[in-house]
């Protein structure tokens, strides 16, 4: 097997698995409250959103220019719209109003629910995360090519950026199910989508690959996080924590992320693939 190959799976897994570092962070303390949840919840949206506009879209807007930028970007939100439109939301059935105990089912029926619409809104999130990803791995691998020094800064800095994003799968999911392992599952198979997106761009795209469908393609994929994330996890947000708390939770997220991707490209070269 090629070595060129074998360093890119190597370095884009030490990306991958950070995403299992936030997991534990999340597994290792108790099960947050609806407002903490709900706080948290903002600020992966705030992580999400700051991705998907001043990554993503910015760079495909950059590089396709203003119009082609746009219909990328917008052909991932239409894509996820319909996507979504088949995915049944959580839903629970109505107490039986002839029971003594109404009250006590409401309740549970209530929580169930909650559960269930948090659970949904973590699967979302770790499809989020795991498209966003994918490229990070074909950045790896493409950055390995130009030197294992480049390869490495570009692995290690993106395993950083990475730890907040494995917490923003890991928290719901610990919420909806009170597994740990669950929650630590999610979160590391999305960060298996690196070495994914290595060996498929060592697969299909063995000597070049075209880098305006690249960006046109990473341009969808903000599109489809922006949607997600203002279709499922805003929405929560505000449920749990209240508008005021919950927007002031996702500037705070989009300042870190914006933080974490301004350090990832200072401390690489301008030519890494990223």
């Known amino acids: ?30 099960a947050p409250s609806l407002k903490m949840l709900g706080l948290l919840q903002g600020f992966a949206a705030g992580l999400m959103l700051s991705i998907s506009f001043f990554d993503l879209a910015h760079n495909a807007l950059n590089s396709l220019g203003f119009l082609r930028g746009n ?25 039986d109003k002839k029971s003594k105990k109404v009250g006590n089912e409401e309740n549970k029926n209530m929580m169930k629910k909650r559960r ?34 480049v390869g490495l800064n570009l692995a290690l800095a993106i395993a950083l950026h990475n730890i907040p994003e494995g917490v923003a799968v890991a928290l719901p999911v610990y919420f909806a199910t009170e597994s740990k392992w669950q929650a630590f599952k999610l979160a590391s198979l999305s960060g298996l989508a690196e070495p994914l997106g290595v060996i ?13 469908i690249l960006e046109g393609l990473l341009a969808s ?8 994330t203002l279709h499922e996890m805003l929405p929560l947000a505000f449920e749990y924590a ?33």
């Open 1 to 30: 097997m090629d070595s060129q190959f074998l360093l890119g799976i190597a370095l884009s897994s030490i990306g991958g698995f950070s995403t299992s570092i936030g997991a534990l962070f999340v597994i290792m303390s108790q």
């Open 71 to 95: 219909l990328w970007f917008f052909s991932g939100v239409v894509f996820f719209a319909v996507v979504a439109h088949f995915i049944p939301e959580p839903t629970v059935p109505p107490p």
């Open 116 to 149: 269930r619409q948090v659970l949904f809104s973590g699967i979302i999130t770790a499809i989020g995360i795991s498209l966003h990803n994918f490229p990070e791995g074909m950045a790896v691998y493409l950055g390995s090519m130009k030197g294992l020094r």
């Open 200 to 212: 498929i761009v060592a697969c299909l795209f063995p000597t070049s690959l075209n880098p305006e």
């Open 221 to 228: 994929v903000g599109g489809v996080m922006a949607f997600l």
């Open 242 to 274: 209240g508008h005021k708390q919950s927007v002031k939770a996702v500037f705070c997220g989009m300042a870190f992320m914006s933080a974490s991707l301004y350090f990832l490209r200072i401390s690489l070269p301008e030519d890494s693939g990223l």
